[in-house]
């Protein structure tokens, strides 16, 4: 089974701070992804990555940045969190086809 | 641009059917997935649709209609496992990107 794991369930910071958000993946994926998931909204994708050293921003990247030194860890950072990224983080992979992302169990962030 | 619909929360009976619709309008299309996301875990993958048609696997099926910008989940004999959000996502060509719905909450009453 696929398995993606995020270093952290639940994390709370203060606004101001740098937050790093760490995923693993232990299939050899090249593509790795960043969401947020908020009521109503559904997830959004902040930043992906197909390759190591490579990002591309999704729809909301402003705030957010990434860093992807090892091809099985994809890293989501805050530069300077703010209360509106309080939010559950979700973290997914897959291989370059047509197979289905594969979910992290989230991060739920919160910014005081 | 993307916009994807669906329904906010359904309802349903134990052992009933219920079918949650999603309908796509996106500047490209390479395929539709459905999740299945309990509170607070992670969405796990329930189907891919590429092609018009049905795809069955076990109680849930998926139908898409691409002239239609159309795909339905079908869930049957309904469980109260099933109690749970299912989330829509169209793929994007060539970058393997999703886009999601905000997803439909499914409660299923004993």
């Known amino acids: 089974d696929v398995k993606v794991t995020q270093s952290s369930r639940y994390l709370v910071k203060r606004t101001g701070e740098k937050v790093f958000l760490e995923c693993v993946q232990d299939?050899?994926?090249?593509?790795m992804f960043w969401y947020r998931q908020d009521p109503g909204l559904g997830l959004r994708l902040i930043y992906f990555?197909?390759?190591?050293?490579?990002?591309e921003k999704g729809d909301i990247p402003e705030g957010y940045s990434v860093s992807r030194e090892k091809k099985e860890r994809f890293s989501l950072i805050l530069e300077s969190a703010s209360t509106n990224q309080t939010s559950m983080y979700l973290c997914?992979?897959?291989?370059?086809?047509?197979?289905?992302?594969?979910f992290g169990d989230g991060t739920r962030l919160s910014i005081l | 641009g993307q916009n994807i619909d669906q329904p906010t929360e359904m309802t349903a009976t134990e052992g009933a059917i219920v079918q949650i619709n999603c309908t796509y309008q996106?500047?490209?299309?390479?395929?539709l997935f459905w999740y299945q996301q309990h509170a607070g875990e992670a969405p796990t993958f329930l189907s891919y649709?590429?092609?018009?048609g049905l795809e069955e696997k076990g109680r849930f099926s998926s139908f898409l209609s691409r002239s239609k910008g159309y795909s339905y989940l079908l869930l049957k004999e309904l469980q109260m496992k099933d109690s749970a959000s299912y989330l829509c996502?169209?793929?994007?060509?060539?970058?393997?990107?999703?886009?999601f719905g905000a997803g439909t909450t499914v409660t299923v009453r004993a």
């Open positions: 997914a992979s897959s291989s370059p086809s047509n197979q289905p992302q594969h």
């Open positions: 299939m050899d994926h090249e593509n």
């Open positions: 990555s197909y390759d190591v050293k490579m990002k």
């Open positions: 996106t500047s490209g299309f390479n395929g």
């Open positions: 649709n590429v092609l018009d």
């Open positions: 996502a169209v793929r994007s060509p060539n970058d393997y990107k999703l886009s």
